[in-house]
């Protein structure tokens, strides 16, 4: 099993939807997360930081962490064509570097 | 405001060269870190380091040397390129050993041929 699942996609949605994004993980030890957009041939972006179970708003980003459950989700309300790209789950796990999923494909169709 | 570079952009060499990456960061950031991305793994660590002369390995540091003689620079060097080691290398920083958000650089594309 490997320590932070995502799905690959594409996770396809219209603009102005909801795009949910979701990341489970098997070390009950992590202890901060992080979510990171990567625009095709660019670097990885931070957009979103949560450490506490529950909600972390953001603008149009909203961030879910559920420590009993190992799973945290990012959510992007009103979605625009220019959210089109890859998202990074990340997480701490007490080691010195971050883990990260491989990501999901986001596509906003217009 | 520079932020983290790193040079060159793009590589292209020869199986058996030895090549450095280079990165700079400019927020005199404590940990400094090396990934390299390939499709379908996702981010992988290689090396990193929580200040000037301390270094650790990660979870793919074969084939790798790191050295950090000041904190603004963290090179990576592939002592003898293998075609397995063309992908993306991206150097990161993070401010303290709590802080633990990472800021990438503009990533190095490297090709061995």
């Known amino acids: 099993q490997k320590e932070v699942e995502q799905n690959s996609g594409p996770l396809s949605v219209p603009e102005g939807a909801i795009a949910s994004l979701n990341c489970t993980y098997s070390?009950?030890?992590?202890?901060?997360f992080f979510w990171y957009r990567q625009y095709s041939g660019k670097s990885p972006e931070l957009i979103m930081f949560?450490?506490?179970?529950g909600d972390k708003e953001d603008g149009r980003f909203t961030a879910q962490l559920n420590k009993a459950s190992q799973y945290v989700s990012l959510l992007i309300r009103d979605s625009q064509p220019s959210d089109s790209a890859t998202y990074l789950c990340?997480?701490?796990?007490?080691?010195?570097?971050?883990?990260f999923g491989s990501g999901t494909r986001l596509q906003v169709q217009p | 405001d520079a932020g983290i570079t790193q040079s060159p952009r793009y590589k292209i060499t020869e199986t058996g060269r030895q090549v450095t990456l280079m990165c700079h960061q400019t927020?005199?950031?404590?940990?400094m870190f090396w990934y390299r991305q390939d499709l379908g793994h996702g981010l992988r660590l290689i090396y990193y380091?929580?200040?000037?002369?301390?270094?650790d390995k990660g979870e793919v540091p074969d084939g790798y040397v790191v050295s950090r003689s000041k904190t603004e620079n963290f090179p990576l060097t592939l002592e003898s390129a293998t075609r397995s080691q063309t992908s993306v290398y991206f150097c990161?920083?993070?401010?303290?050993?709590?802080?633990?958000?990472?800021?990438f650089g503009p990533g190095t594309r490297l090709t061995v041929t």
């Open positions: 990161a920083s993070s401010e303290s050993d709590g802080a633990y958000e990472q800021y």
């Open positions: 990340a997480l701490h796990t007490g080691r010195r570097a971050l883990t």
């Open positions: 070390d009950r030890g992590s202890q901060s």
């Open positions: 927020w005199s950031h404590s940990y």
């Open positions: 380091s929580a200040a000037a002369d301390i270094t």
């Open positions: 949560i450490y506490s179970n």
